[in-house]
């Protein structure tokens, strides 16, 4: 009984002191506000900009998914070129391919080469002036195949949309997205009228149905015209940039992939898979891709916005070592008054580790608000943005934050609890 009164005592001495110890950090802190808040400001911006790496990451991650699935669970997409290994199409990386053509997406129609197929279009897209009656905007042209509203689900809400003969015609004629129709036309029916794509002359046969924005693209600032006219009028092309391919049902897609990636081969005379020029995949399987560049991508950033971390530690020592320098003679004092060592290696390092915690809660506080400005920013310009906190980054957020606080302050404490009392009574 005597032994556990014994150990009983000694701990709550312990306490005691560690309370003791804290509040004296918490008091020197206190003498200095201003070095205190420079201090923990590295570590407020480190922690800030590590969490808003992460939730604008996942955020983003959340709006690509959201709306290449928006396309259609059905899709194949072909794209020109082939792949790094097992990494992204070489399209994907900002690379110009010219290996697709026009042709490739009319044997893909044809239902002897893929029985599964509902529909595939053909794709050119580049930047244009649109002007009509002195309205000129800028806007982007779709070069697409007549299967255009069949393969994207495109509603017409007022005339038609353009025809397989007049497509093969080379006839100038557009179709008109909802914003660019209501930019350039002001209210009054764009039907029958001319605009200029270009300096171009083309009749508006048709507008679509407002249908919002896909992959950072607003699909109703944009006018469509026959693949044959923009590449052959407007953009000078004898190459496509992707083909996309609908398919009668989700459980078909593999058999469909294997038939347009034979189709594709034998158009092409390629023997060896591996020298395909050419990279058909599933809108689930883009998803997984654009998913795994963009955690690569957050992963690298979320690196970069460590760093930061490491430079407000390093301030964080040079502070904590100008206090040892000042607070000398006090050190000096409360060693020959028989203030253990240990007692002032806690007192700094408890000092160091009350700037960071501060500076950590409050970068978390800062980078969720940001975080939510960002989301709130986004989603008002109608993009699926989804905010997202990880209550795992806040964690190791905060962890870090404490890490950092050790890391960093040990060593000036050391120095601190390390001094000569005599010596130090003699500093001047």
Same mark, same amino acid.
């Given at each position: 009984?005597?032994?556990?009164?014994?150990?009983?005592?000694f701990f709550?001495?312990?306490?005691?002191?560690?309370?003791?110890?804290l509040?004296?950090?918490?008091?020197?802190?206190?003498?200095?506000? !201003?070095?205190?808040?420079?201090?923990? =400001? &590295?570590? $407020?911006?480190?922690?800030?900009?590590v969490?808003? #790496?992460?939730? @604008? +990451?996942?955020?983003?991650?959340?709006?690509?998914?959201?709306?290449?699935?928006?396309?259609?669970?059905?899709?194949?997409?072909?794209?020109?070129?082939?792949?790094?290994?097992?990494?992204?199409?070489?399209?994907?990386?900002?690379?110009?391919?010219?290996?697709?053509?026009?042709?490739?997406a009319?044997?893909?129609?044809?239902?002897?080469?893929v029985?599964?197929?509902?529909?595939?279009?053909?794709?050119?897209?580049?930047?244009?002036?649109?002007?009509?009656?002195?309205?000129?905007?800028?806007?982007?042209?779709?070069?697409?195949?007549?299967t255009?509203?069949?393969?994207?689900?495109?509603?017409?809400?007022?005339?038609?949309?353009?025809?397989?003969?007049?497509?093969? !015609?080379?006839?100038?004629?557009?179709? =008109? &997205?909802? $914003?660019?129709a209501?930019?350039?036309?002001?209210? #009054?029916d764009? @039907? +029958?009228?001319?605009?200029?794509?270009?300096?171009?002359?083309f009749?508006v046969?048709g507008?679509l149905?407002?249908?919002?924005?896909?992959a950072?693209?607003?699909?109703?600032?944009?006018?469509?015209?026959?693949?044959?006219?923009?590449?052959k009028?407007?953009?000078?092309?004898?190459?496509?940039?992707?083909?996309?391919?609908?398919?009668d049902?989700?459980?078909?897609?593999?058999?469909?992939?294997?038939?347009?990636?034979?189709?594709?081969?034998?158009?092409?005379?390629?023997r060896?898979?591996?020298?395909?020029?050419?990279?058909?995949?599933?809108?689930?399987?883009l998803?997984?891709?654009?998913?795994a560049?963009?955690?690569v991508?957050?992963?690298?950033l979320?690196?970069?916005?460590?760093?930061?971390?490491?430079? &407000?530690?390093?301030?964080?020592?040079?502070i904590?070592?100008?206090?040892?320098?000042?607070?000398?003679r006090?050190?000096?004092?409360?060693?020959?008054?028989g203030?253990?060592?240990?007692?002032?290696?806690e007192?700094?390092?408890?000092?160091?580790?009350?700037?960071?915690?501060?500076?950590?809660v409050?970068?978390?506080?800062?980078?969720?608000?940001?975080?939510?400005?960002?989301a709130?920013?986004?989603?008002?310009?109608?993009?699926?943005?989804?905010?997202?906190?990880?209550?795992?980054?806040?964690?190791?957020a905060?962890?870090?934050?404490?890490?950092?606080?050790?890391?960093?302050?040990?060593?000036?404490?050391?120095?601190?609890?390390?001094?000569?009392?005599?010596?130090?009574l003699?500093?001047?």
């Amino acid at each position: 009984m005597m032994l556990n009164k014994k150990k009983s005592r000694f701990f709550c001495f312990d306490w005691c002191d560690f309370v003791g110890s804290l509040k004296v950090a918490a008091r020197g802190l206190m003498l200095h506000k !201003g070095r205190a808040f420079l201090t923990s =400001l &590295g570590i $407020t911006i480190g922690i800030a900009s590590v969490v808003m #790496v992460v939730s @604008i +990451g996942s955020g983003a991650q959340s709006l690509i998914t959201n709306q290449i699935t928006s396309l259609g669970t059905n899709l194949i997409s072909v794209l020109p070129g082939g792949r790094f290994d097992d990494g992204p199409p070489v399209a994907m990386m900002g690379i110009t391919v010219t290996t697709l053509k026009l042709e490739d997406a009319e044997a893909i129609n044809d239902p002897v080469n893929v029985p599964n197929v509902i529909a595939a279009c053909a794709y050119v897209k580049g930047a244009v002036t649109v002007n009509a009656g002195g309205e000129a905007v800028d806007s982007f042209a779709n070069g697409v195949s007549y299967t255009y509203t069949d393969v994207e689900s495109a509603v017409i809400s007022d005339g038609r949309f353009f025809t397989e003969q007049e497509q093969n !015609g080379i006839e100038k004629v557009v179709v =008109l &997205g909802a $914003t660019v129709a209501e930019e350039v036309f002001n209210g #009054v029916d764009p @039907i +029958g009228q001319t605009v200029k794509i270009n300096r171009e002359p083309f009749t508006v046969i048709g507008v679509l149905e407002k249908r919002g924005a896909v992959a950072f693209q607003d699909r109703d600032d944009q006018v469509f015209i026959p693949v044959t006219v923009a590449q052959k009028i407007i953009f000078g092309l004898d190459y496509i940039n992707l083909i996309r391919v609908k398919i009668d049902s989700g459980d078909n897609l593999e058999r469909a992939k294997s038939d347009i990636e034979a189709t594709i081969r034998a158009r092409h005379d390629i023997r060896d898979p591996k020298d395909d020029d050419f990279m058909a995949e599933s809108i689930a399987t883009l998803v997984g891709m654009f998913t795994a560049i963009t955690g690569v991508l957050k992963f690298f950033l979320t690196a970069i916005a460590a760093i930061s971390l490491v430079i &407000g530690g390093v301030g964080i020592m040079n502070i904590m070592l100008v206090a040892v320098t000042e607070r000398t003679r006090e050190i000096g004092l409360r060693k020959a008054l028989g203030a253990q060592k240990r007692r002032i290696l806690e007192q700094f390092l408890f000092e160091a580790i009350v700037v960071t915690l501060l500076g950590g809660v409050a970068g978390i506080i800062i980078g969720v608000a940001v975080s939510a400005l960002v989301a709130l920013a986004v989603r008002s310009l109608g993009y699926d943005w989804s905010f997202a906190i990880s209550g795992t980054a806040i964690f190791i957020a905060f962890s870090v934050s404490c890490a950092v606080g050790v890391v960093f302050g040990y060593y000036p404490a050391k120095k601190a609890a390390n001094l000569n009392p005599i010596e130090a009574l003699r500093h001047e």
